[in-house]
């Protein structure tokens, strides 16, 4: 019996499910901080030739994929190949590791959005340090795996619920939840930007988001920053985009939407640096600090620095100004996080339920969030910050971009390339052609290998951010490892998914 | 705002800006399209032959 394929309930409710998997809290809290760091301005034409010459062909590429195979990522690279199906199930074991910590990251999310309604974080920069040390850096070493935080269990808790309430059912309420979750973040950014404009000393936090400093085009590290930030930031390699394009027909247009994912994407991160700048700018005049001493990325941008520099705006709301600002920038971080969270679980679910169609759907989702939910209960913990450290440099940095480089060399020199371009421009709006092929076969391989070589190099010379081997060994190499023979063994598992 | 952040904010809202409109703009032109074909179908079919 073959059971009919899910499909999305408009072109809008996909495109919208596939920005809103792209736009997560990268786009806020790391963009603005590599291109200011990178060159400010002149970080953009790097930034945009790499969305050209990566982002977009790879997404065209897991677009077409799913669409043309109608199946998540191992179901795709089975009926391409049988023995490339590996790939797909490497994929998704990357992705459930990264949503287990990515639903962490929420869970403080939730923790600083409460903290937000009572500024419970403190008044005074030492305050505020303190709260974050108690709350998310703690014991800052890997051995301390103890002492969960319960108020982070709980919002360990939510995330985990919400997630599966919005996926359970399949794509349709997904298609109608991300009409909410895409567009409410960039709305909240719009009124961090237009509250951050008005502030004295913005003026600085945008020159140095903007100005450009064209001398760094001639370093390698800056063009390497914007490769990196393209492809961690457009969800490439996680089997997302090939799992939510199987959800549409064949003969429909994915090389369009995949411009429009990519563009949007840009434009979100584009926007959400005058919103982190102009407050940041305004925070330096108020302290007396140079602005680069300030600025900060990541955790620390969203967790410490961040909370500061909402203490020090000015009143405009009356007493309650921080307490508001606060709460509107934890729920942009939360309205971000969200739909970026449950894409990468979508894919995991639609790989599992592609091979074994006969388990039902609610229960695969509710399986995987419960465990999930316990596996990421260790980052939580006082070393939790360390390990969720870890386990997203190896990871982003070795996982994903491997995955990349496998799938242009499968697609590209295995499976051939031709067949797939030919079933994309069946519907295609925007047709793909030459410059496509040579991205996939040449310029994109090049790129993640060089990556990968750097990286590796960067190892060698010097334990990632000084932390003891075995904990590098445990958190890094052997998640990497049980990734790729969890892949393995989906792969030689018989599945009972009716071969047409 | 010094000038160079003034032609970097043009040229990046241009591109995220005018790359999005341009995009959206062929996905409306396509769909119109595809509607009007569908549209004209039903009469070339009921013909007399």
Redesign the interface.
Same mark, same amino acid.
């Given at each position: 019996m073959s059971e009919i394929r899910e499909r999305w309930a408009s072109?809008p409710a996909f495109v919208m499910a596939a920005i809103g998997s792209a736009v997560g809290l990268g786009n806020l809290w790391r963009f603005p901080y590599i291109a200011a760091t990178h060159g400010?301005?002149?970080f953009?034409i790097p930034y945009?030739v790499a969305v050209l010459t990566t982002g977009i062909p790879l997404m065209i590429l897991e677009y077409g994929l799913g669409q043309a195979m109608q199946g998540s990522a191992p179901s795709a690279f089975r009926r391409l190949r049988r023995r490339l199906e590996w790939i797909g199930w490497f994929a998704l074991a990357i992705s459930s590791v990264i949503c287990i910590y990515y639903a962490a990251v929420m869970a403080w999310c939730w923790r600083y959005l409460g903290a937000a309604v009572t500024c419970e974080w403190g008044a005074t920069t030492d305050e505020v340090g303190a709260f974050f040390d108690r709350t998310i850096a703690r014991a800052g070493t890997p051995a301390a795996v103890s002492n969960i935080n319960l108020w982070l269990v709980l919002g360990l808790a939510l995330t985990w619920a919400a997630i599966y309430w919005i996926i359970y059912k399949g794509v349709h309420r997904v298609g109608r939840i991300v009409m909410i979750t895409v567009p409410l973040p960039v709305v909240l950014i719009l009124v961090l930007l237009v509250n951050g404009l008005r502030l004295d000393g913005a003026?600085q936090g945008?020159?140095y988001? &903007?100005?450009?400093t064209w001398a760094k085009l001639r370093e390698p590290a800056t063009w390497l920053a914007a490769y990196g930030q393209v492809f961690f930031s457009l969800t490439l390699g996680f089997g997302v985009l090939t799992a939510y394009a199987s959800y549409l027909p064949r003969r429909k247009?994915v090389s369009?939407?995949a411009?429009?994912t990519s563009?949007?994407n840009? &434009?979100v991160s584009?926007m959400a640096g005058f919103a982190v700048f102009s407050v940041l700018g305004y925070f330096a005049l108020q302290t007396n600090a140079p602005i680069n001493e300030v600025a900060d990325a990541g955790i620390g941008l969203a967790f410490k620095v961040y909370p500061q520099a909402i203490n020090s705006l000015p009143p405009v709301l009356g007493s309650y100004t921080h307490h508001i600002f606060g709460m509107i920038f934890f729920i942009t971080l939360l309205s971000l996080g969200i739909d970026s969270a449950f894409s990468l679980v979508e894919a995991v679910v639609a790989g599992v339920h592609d091979k074994w169609p006969h388990v039902r759907r609610p229960a695969i989702t509710g399986l995987f969030c419960v465990g999930a939910f316990l596996l990421g209960l260790v980052f939580l913990t006082d070393a939790g910050l360390v390990w969720l450290d870890i386990v997203d440099h190896w990871s982003l940095e070795y996982g994903l971009v491997f995955v990349g480089l496998i799938e242009c060399i499968a697609i590209g020199w295995i499976a051939g390339i031709r067949p797939l371009g030919d079933a994309i421009n069946e519907g295609a709006?925007?047709r793909v052609g030459l410059w496509w092929r040579v991205c996939i076969k040449l310029i994109t391989p090049a790129l993640l290998i060089t990556m990968l070589v750097l990286n590796l190099i960067k190892e060698i010379g010097k334990p990632y951010s000084g932390y003891p081997v075995w904990a590098l060994i445990v958190g890094g190499w052997f998640v990497i490892f049980a990734a790729a023979t969890i892949g393995f063994i989906l792969t030689r598992t018989t599945g009972t998914e009716v071969v047409e | 705002m010094t000038t160079g952040a003034w032609i970097m904010l043009v040229i990046g809202t241009l591109i995220t800006v005018g790359g999005l409109s341009i995009c959206i703009g062929i996905a409306f032109a396509h769909e119109r399209r595809n509607r009007a074909a569908v549209a004209e179908q039903p009469a070339e079919t009921s013909e007399p032959s």
């Open positions: 072109r400010g301005g002149a953009l945009f003026t945008i020159n988001y &903007l100005n450009p247009d369009n939407n411009f429009i563009f949007g840009a &434009l584009f709006e925007i | -």
